[in-house]
């Protein structure tokens, strides 16, 4: 791929399929007795058919971990909601096939060998026609590695079950789109041969095929934030304290529930924590190779991902709200603390973790208390400060988040064609493609931007003071937007707003967990992060906060959510590629260095410190709208930031951290 892409490819993109159509049949007309509910068992079907057989035939753990995570037995459920418990056993497994069928060709071994996918094809054709028609032999496995072999094999006790309930006319049915499946796979660049771009309803005609569905249902994120310890830890200790920890906070050992509008939880005694010794030390099992410099350093040879497997393992999908794998090394310990976002936000999960520690140094922590909302109170009629309301003034806040925010299954959907597009593009060269990276930032270096920034917004007269945050947050955007070719296209960065602090505080000496995080959205267009000096982009930043964070615009904020607490809300991004939202979130005020967890340690004389902290919003399948930034902070003054940026943005990346360019001599 160039470094550069000429924006006119993506509006050509988008001029060239408008006022085209394409027809899918719609269930609700075919079926019209059809309503979408879930069949009752469809969490047993998970648990004691799904994962056990992705766990039996996907050996590589972090691909078996995406596949539990993506909830397949709820999609299956609603299309059998009224079939006897095996069948749904057999669906959920089926529609699961899929996935691990087809990364054999995406991101296995069938790659980028076309020879080997071809004669793999061919097999799956006979293996298939055996399978469900009873024709020929299975084909001899033994010249593929193993991966492909279960890749097939895989598919035997689903295959067993369909002969075994399906008529021959049924199974031929079956078997036609199996092999126009089998056929469709790896060919997409046909569509380009003759370097145009398909049409609507042949791009149509290749996905229906290959995807073998037409969506996927899957959870919501989970907030992970893994500790590296600088000693060894008892497992039995921090197994106990966690169980403490569920029984004080019980919200910690329930469940979410999806089947209620809008979602809930329950309470409960579930402990997920699971242990595991390496014998290793922290230096090779995680080698954090960067060298201390005055100004941003990106983190080689370590991707985000290779340090997740780090520290989290042996997570099934399940929906217990809360999770602590420990790994125990020669010469450290590392965490990780799991908590689903949908119940709790990055203050609730600090909170835990410190609760977790004050247990382990025996202290007692807040009680446990049910959020308001849970108790039938409208968190809007929590507020501290009561707002003097005109029709014009609540009108204007209340519709200022109705148009950052989609509500509705449909619009939720736009969101997601808009994800799976900016994918297309980026598979098929259209936009560069995003890439993950730790890097660090001194705090020193954070310290002469904002001064900096801040003298060139004292010039304009304006009386505003810039924080870190904002400028960290303008200085990132340049690093990803700067090396773009010049553009009107519209870039709309999001950032989290947590309302708590508004909200009436809890009874003394309660605590109650509660995902409290509103956006604010500040629109703006490539050129002018292209073009525009850091304080600029700053200030524009800081006004937008200040505006979002004025408590009547939280106040209206609640009300829209109450208002549409049954509907399913999505960004409302406008238009634009895969760099048109940025997502960035600020955990600069989570101190998770200075926690201590003496309690557990096997050498009572040393004091353990946290000397790495890697914080992960894990989002199904990796699916993403566009960058996404994490900053916490490193307990020395500097910064962690796990960000996504492109190939040009990341080559550009040490020009734009050089304080003589971003604040170029007059």
């Given at each position: 791929m160039t470094d550069s892409i000429d924006p006119t490819t993506y509006t050509a993109l988008g001029k060239s399929i408008l006022g085209q159509k394409v027809t899918i049949p719609s269930i609700y007309n075919t079926f019209p007795n059809w309503n979408p509910r879930q069949h009752p068992d469809h969490g047993r079907a998970r648990e004691e058919a799904l994962n056990p057989w992705i766990q039996r035939w996907v050996i590589d753990q972090r691909t078996a971990r995406t596949l539990e995570t993506a909830d397949f037995g709820s999609f299956a459920a609603v299309w059998c909601q009224d079939a006897p418990f095996d069948i749904l056993c057999t669906a959920v497994k089926y529609f699961a096939w899929y996935f691990v069928y087809d990364d054999l060709f995406d991101c296995g071994a069938l790659k980028h060998d076309e020879i080997l996918a071809t004669k793999y094809k061919a097999a799956s054709h006979h293996y298939f026609k055996c399978s469900l028609l009873g024709e020929g032999e299975k084909p001899d496995l033994t010249c593929f590695d193993i991966d492909l072999r279960n890749g097939l094999q895989c598919w035997d006790e689903i295959g067993e079950h369909i002969r075994e309930v399906c008529s021959k006319s049924t199974r031929e049915v079956l078997y036609d789109e199996m092999s126009r499946y089998i056929g469709s796979l790896n060919n997409v660049d046909i569509n380009f041969a003759v370097h145009e771009i398909p049409t609507v309803e042949e791009y149509w005609d290749r996905r229906e095929a290959t995807a073998g569905a037409h969506c996927v249902i899957a959870t919501l994120p989970t907030i992970y934030v893994g500790l590296v310890v600088d000693c060894v830890l008892d497992p039995g200790i921090l197994g106990d304290k966690a169980a403490e920890l569920v029984a004080a906070w019980p919200i910690l050992g329930g469940t979410l529930l999806k089947s209620t509008k809008p979602w809930s939880f329950t309470c409960g005694s579930t402990v997920d924590f699971a242990s595991r010794t390496i014998e290793?030390?922290?230096?090779?099992?995680?080698?954090?190779?960067?060298?201390?410099?005055?100004?941003?350093?990106?983190?080689?040879?370590?991707?985000?991902?290779?340090?997740?497997?780090?520290?989290i393992f042996d997570v099934g999908f399940n929906d217990t709200n809360f999770s602590l794998r420990v790994t125990l090394l020669s010469d450290a310990t590392f965490l990780c603390f799991g908590i689903a976002h949908h119940i709790c936000d990055g203050t609730d999960c600090f909170e835990v973790v410190r609760a977790f520690c004050d247990l382990l140094s025996k202290k007692s922590i807040p009680r446990f208390a049910l959020p308001p909302d849970a108790e039938g109170t409208r968190l809007s009629d929590k507020m501290i400060a009561k707002t003097e309301w005109t029709k014009e003034k609540r009108d204007m806040y209340y519709n200022t988040h109705a148009e950052n925010l989609d509500n509705g299954i449909f619009k939720?959907?736009?969101?997601?064609?808009?994800?799976?597009?900016?994918?297309?593009?980026?598979?098929?060269?259209?936009?560069?493609?995003?890439?993950?990276?730790?890097?660090?930032?001194?705090?020193?270096?954070?310290?002469?931007?904002?001064?900096?920034?801040?003298?060139?917004?004292?010039?304009?007269?304006?009386?505003?003071?810039?924080?870190?945050?904002?400028?960290?947050?303008?200085?990132?955007?340049?690093?990803?937007?700067?090396?773009?070719?010049?553009?009107?296209?519209?870039?709309?960065?999001y950032g989290p707003i947590n309302y708590r602090r508004f909200i009436k505080p809890a009874e003394t000496g309660t605590y109650y967990i509660h995902n409290s995080v509103g956006v604010l959205r500040c629109k703006f267009s490539v050129e002018q992060l292209r073009r525009e000096p850091i304080a600029n982009i700053a200030r524009d930043i800081r006004l937008k906060t200040l505006q979002y964070t004025s408590p009547a615009s939280i106040e209206q904020y609640l009300r829209f959510s109450e208002d549409h607490a049954s509907a399913p809300l999505a960004l409302n991004a406008r238009r634009g590629g895969n760099l048109a939202v940025v997502l960035l979130s600020q955990w600069t005020s989570f101190n998770y260095t200075g926690l201590d967890f003496s309690g557990a340690s096997l050498d009572r004389q040393i004091a353990p410190v946290v000397s790495f902290v890697n914080p992960a919003v894990t989002i199904p399948f990796n699916l993403t709208i566009g960058p996404m930034v994490l900053i916490e902070k490193n307990g020395s003054g500097g910064y962690w930031i796990r960000a996504s940026n492109t190939s040009s943005g990341w080559k550009a990346f040490s020009h734009f951290s050089r304080m003589q360019n971003l604040f170029p001599a007059e």
């Open positions: 290793q030390v922290s230096s090779c099992y995680l080698p954090l190779n960067w060298e201390p410099k005055d100004q941003p350093t990106i983190l080689e040879g370590q991707q985000p991902s290779e340090i997740d497997e780090k520290f939720f959907g736009r969101l997601l064609w808009r994800v799976l597009s900016a994918t297309f593009a980026e598979n098929l060269g259209f936009a560069e493609k995003l890439s993950t990276k730790f890097i660090h930032v001194p705090g020193a270096w954070v310290d002469e931007l904002r001064a900096k920034s801040q003298e060139e917004l004292n010039r304009s007269l304006l009386d505003i003071n810039l924080t870190r945050n904002d400028v960290l947050a303008a200085w990132y955007l340049k690093t990803i937007y700067s090396p773009q070719p010049s553009s009107q296209d519209s870039v709309d960065y």
